[in-house]
């Protein structure tokens, strides 16, 4: 079938597939959109935050007793609450949300999710999960490879339902080897000349990602990197034919996964547990991201589960999972079997090492200065949406990066790698009113980021619980 076929026949499908659910606007189980009130159609009314604590994410710091007014889905002002508070003109009219003992963060930001992979697999459609993701703070997400028809739908129901959905951000189909590795999100591009026409359609589908995965050859992935940078996109890679030491010496963005790092460093090429980080190898090709200012996302979280949980209670049956669909989680009881023959093939305590070493690696990267990001790989089995970025945050505490810099990295760097940080990922008068508060510190313990009191989405004040039923338990 000829590439211009194959890409009618994937959008027709999800076209006929993903909107007969995504269409529908009378489930029962949607929270009703909060009519304006005196403003705008689709305007919140305007919010005072008065005398919390704001993350600063530039600095890394929370600043005291500071306010911050919202108006029209947009932060208008960041100020000392000695000038701007309730009795501040420039408030006048807003409703007041009395911050003394809460913090604020920026809306968190999931840089690595996937909107249809696994989903597809659990019967379940991207919308579903979506209030996962707000309910628990995160404002935005980025998709790292779907049907690209299909995360469209899901975007629109996004910018549909702000009051139970985060902002959702496109990637491409996986571009990858013959055959692609996943056939539901994969794009084989057979050589450098395929490039530019897949590349310039992906941009006009309005994607922020393009996505290298494990088959593509070095050929074709230097060529996506150029064109994906002459069309302004970002383009990541999960990768294993194309060694990663050879795309950051081409320019790639970021790297997803701690073990596209990790598998360059094995003694055993055969075996992914025989990772040796003390190496010569491993030390140059950890200077060489860092110099080339490549960023990486660890997504600890998925290894995490994939390690670990044939075994452990404390991973197969961690309390994020349990608001989880039954659906999702019928699909992660049934993926046991297979990762029991793959990941989970050696000994527990083998496989126990191998996460150490992923959180040592992550570790030696941030202090050779590399940026890392905050991503999860949800909804894969054991990475619940939404908690599992809290979770993937501790992680990254225990790898040895400060509670600061993760904050910072949930929040602006994720904003960055998406060229969204003019929208998002800080509290500055202009960006998008998408916040966090908080009933305690998180750079005191990074746990606190669970404590949610309010969610604030495009400037709307949100209650969390009622986020979270308006989720699916089947």
Excluded at 58 to 85: D, F, K, Q
Excluded at 184 to 213: C, E, N, Q, R
Excluded at 282 to 289: E, G, K, N, P, T
């Amino acid at each position: 079938m000829a590439a211009i076929d194959r890409r009618d026949f994937v959008r027709g499908a999800a076209l006929a597939g993903a909107g007969l659910t995504l269409g529908c606007g009378g489930d029962a189980r949607r929270a009703e959109r909060a009519p304006a009130t005196g403003d705008p159609p689709g305007t919140a009314p305007p919010l005072l935050i008065d005398r919390a604590g704001v993350f600063d994410a530039r600095a890394g710091a929370m600043r005291p007793n500071t306010s911050v007014l919202v108006r029209a889905g947009r932060i208008e002002a960041v100020a000392p609450a000695a000038e701007l508070n309730a009795d501040s003109d420039a408030a006048a009219g807003a409703t007041r949300i009395d911050g003394a003992g809460l913090f604020v963060l920026p809306g968190l930001i999931d840089a690595h999710v996937h909107v249809t992979h696994i989903l597809y697999q659990s019967h379940m459609t991207g919308d579903e999960v979506l209030p996962f993701y707000l309910g628990h703070g995160v404002t935005s997400i980025r998709s790292t490879g779907d049907n690209v028809p299909a995360q469209r739908l899901i975007e629109r129901y996004a910018d549909d339902h702000p009051e139970i959905a985060p902002n959702v951000f496109r990637c491409s189909f996986l571009i990858d080897g013959n055959p692609p590795w996943h056939p539901d999100i994969g794009w084989h591009l057979a050589s450098p000349a395929d490039v530019d026409p897949f590349v310039a359609d992906m941009a006009a589908w309005g994607v922020k990602t393009l996505k290298i995965y494990v088959g593509a050859a070095r050929e074709v992935g230097r060529r996506v990197i150029e064109a994906g940078h002459e069309h302004g996109l970002v383009v990541s890679g999960h990768l294993l034919d194309y060694h990663t030491a050879d795309a950051v010496r081409d320019g790639i963005d970021c790297i997803e996964h701690i073990y596209t790092v990790s598998n360059f460093l094995l003694d055993d090429p055969d075996d992914r547990h025989s990772i040796n980080l003390d190496s010569d190898e491993a030390r140059r090709l950890v200077d060489l991201i860092a110099e080339h200012g490549t960023r990486v996302d660890p997504t600890l979280m998925v290894f995490w589960g994939t390690l670990l949980f044939m075994d452990l209670p404390e991973v197969y049956g961690h309390p994020d999972h349990d608001p989880m669909p039954a659906r999702l989680k019928t699909f992660w009881d049934e993926d046991r079997q297979r990762r029991s023959l793959d990941w989970g093939a050696a000994p527990v305590s083998v496989r126990e090492g191998t996460w150490e070493k992923y959180l040592r690696l992550t570790g030696m990267l941030h202090d050779a200065g590399v940026q890392l990001l905050v991503g999860t790989d949800a909804p894969e089995p054991q990475v619940a949406p939404g908690a599992s970025l809290h979770h993937e945050m501790e992680f990254l505490v225990e790898a040895g990066m400060p509670a600061r810099e993760v904050l910072s990295a949930a929040t602006l760097e994720n904003a960055r790698i998406l060229k969204e940080d003019g929208n998002r990922g800080a509290i500055e008068a202009g960006l998008e009113a998408d916040l966090v508060l908080l009933d305690a510190d998180p750079l005191d313990d990074i746990r606190n980021t669970r404590r949610i009191r309010t969610v604030v989405r495009a400037g709307r004040a949100l209650d969390p619980t009622v986020i979270l039923a308006a989720a699916p338990t089947e």
